[in-house]
């Protein structure tokens, strides 16, 4: 451990009532795939390979930290229907501490073997779906979204069969760094056998410990619970669709109180705007579809009041609620802005340019991840915009009235457009095919090159477009 590494393990102070002591699974192998030196360095856990295998394989406390893995206890609606037989199945919270900025950080895991929630699971993550965790966390985090970051990826050595991919397949155990994982879900539980002093506790937790932009003057700590979780989702709502993200299962134990995107399963990344996209192979009616998820974290913060109603007053938390649309309408316009580099012009202003952009979009079908490496800055990349290999799309008429606004907008530290990755003809983008490429050399060969040059990649647009600075959520950058 080093300097800044704090060690805080609040949650399992709460007791057995909200999660339950487990045993990590005994790997056959720990075959390193995955190290995130940056985050390692900011929350001091930087260590060498023998400790890392000892801390995040063998999962070997840390420091005056919790002295058992903990799987948490949740329900949740899944594809909006309920079922209070789920709970950390294959993972588990191993350790909290505290970040720079005093906001406390989980650790928890995922394929780190069974639990009394696992059913019939068998506790274990594929190989295949650690790599798409760290592709999606990198990603997100380039583009600015609030995301969980990938902390660490060892391979296991286990041979598991799957339905949806070809089996057997590699295995791997994953650690996740966040904010929090205090789920919707674990509030519906503790609802669901209606115990009020187990909501309050929660309440008193999440209020000291996860949300310190909560208004605290509220005269009902639900609903300040509540008020503050609402502009989190619409935030995070809003940063998706910036993004041209769809996560894929936006069941209401895959959302945070913080705000914070994580379980990265069958997301995709748009090819192009196409409100109708999913991800999901298995979502048939599309529900989880790009363009309802906004909607979709709407019904979930929904059954989030349904559960906190149990000890709120019903009027405060419907208006807590009821704010929902108009923190959206706001954070879509703050998100864009954001992606494309440009100031605010006001509220009317900004949402024309929005629908304007979109419509362009829609109708083109240019690719989605260029038009915004293309503009970044609006005016400062008039010429680097005309001159690239989409300069077509940009003589459209439709896209007449969205260079006139962009042209218009002061640029936000245009100086970023000197880093290197603007110099690149395209940017780097996680469409189905990028995936699926640099996959297909690891289960054939092990040849990891591809994966390692489109990760360079993303770590080059973070670095470039340094969205994340001074964003709530975000720790300060360290450095690749």
């Known amino acids: 451990m080093t300097e800044p590494y704090r060690p805080d393990p609040q949650f399992s102070k709460l007791g057995d009532t909200f999660s339950t002591p487990v045993d990590p699974a005994d790997f056959p192998t720990a075959g390193p795939v995955w190290w995130n030196g940056r985050w390692a360095r900011e929350v001091g856990l930087e260590m060498d390979q023998t400790a890392r295998q000892a801390h995040f394989h063998h999962f070997d406390p840390l420091t005056d930290n919790q002295v058992r893995p903990r799987a948490v206890k949740y329900h949740g609606h899944q594809f909006r229907v309920y079922n209070p037989e789920i709970g950390d199945g294959r993972g588990f919270l191993f350790a909290q501490l505290r970040d720079s900025h005093e906001r406390l950080l989980d650790l928890g895991t995922k394929g780190s073997g069974q639990t009394p929630f696992s059913r019939a699971g068998d506790g274990r993550l594929t190989l295949k779906g650690a790599v798409r965790e760290i592709l999606a966390a990198e990603m997100l985090e380039a583009q600015g979204v609030y995301t969980s970051k990938i902390f660490s990826i060892f391979e296991t050595g286990e041979q598991l069969h799957r339905g949806d991919e070809p089996s057997p397949t590699r295995s791997a155990v994953m650690t996740r760094l966040q904010h929090s994982h205090m789920r919707f879900g674990v509030f519906q539980r503790h609802a669901y056998h209606d115990d009020a002093a187990a909501l309050e506790t929660l309440i008193d937790y999440s209020l000291e ?197 962009l042209e218009t907008r002061e640029p936000i530290r245009p100086e970023r457009l000197a880093h290197p990755y603007f110099a690149e003809a395209d940017p780097v983008h996680l469409t189905i095919e990028v995936v699926e490429g640099l996959w297909e050399p690891i289960a054939k060969d092990n040849d990891w090159s591809v994966f390692h040059a489109v990760t360079d990649r993303i770590a080059q647009a973070r670095a470039a477009y340094d969205l994340g600075r001074g964003r709530v959520g975000f720790l300060p950058e360290t450095g690749p």
Request: charged share 20%; with cysteine.
């Open 209 to 405: 410990h996860l949300l310190p932009e909560a208004d605290r003057t509220r005269p009902d700590k639900a609903a300040a619970l509540l008020d503050a979780v609402a502009r989190n989702s619409a935030r995070l709502a809003a940063q998706w669709m910036a993004a041209g993200f769809v996560h894929g299962v936006l069941n209401t134990d895959n959302l945070v109180v913080t705000g914070e995107s994580f379980d990265y399963g069958p997301w995709r990344f748009l090819p192009h705007f196409d409100p109708g996209f999913t991800a999901a192979y298995f979502d048939h009616s599309g529900l989880y579809a790009y363009a309802r998820q906004p909607e979709a974290v709407f019904w979930a913060l929904q059954q989030l009041a349904g559960a906190l109603s149990v000890v709120g007053d019903r009027d405060a938390l419907i208006e807590a609620l009821s704010a929902y649309p108009d923190h959206y309408k706001r954070e879509i316009r703050t998100a864009f802005l954001a992606r494309l580099g440009v100031a605010n012009a006001g509220e009317e202003a900004d949402g024309a340019l929005v629908t304007q952009l979109l419509d362009f979009m829609k109708a083109s079908e240019i690719p989605f991840e260029a038009m915004f490496f293309d503009w970044f800055c609006g005016p400062a990349s008039a010429t680097r915009a005309d001159a690239s290999a989409r300069a077509s799309f940009y003589q459209r008429e439709d896209f007449a009235p969205v260079r006139q606004a």
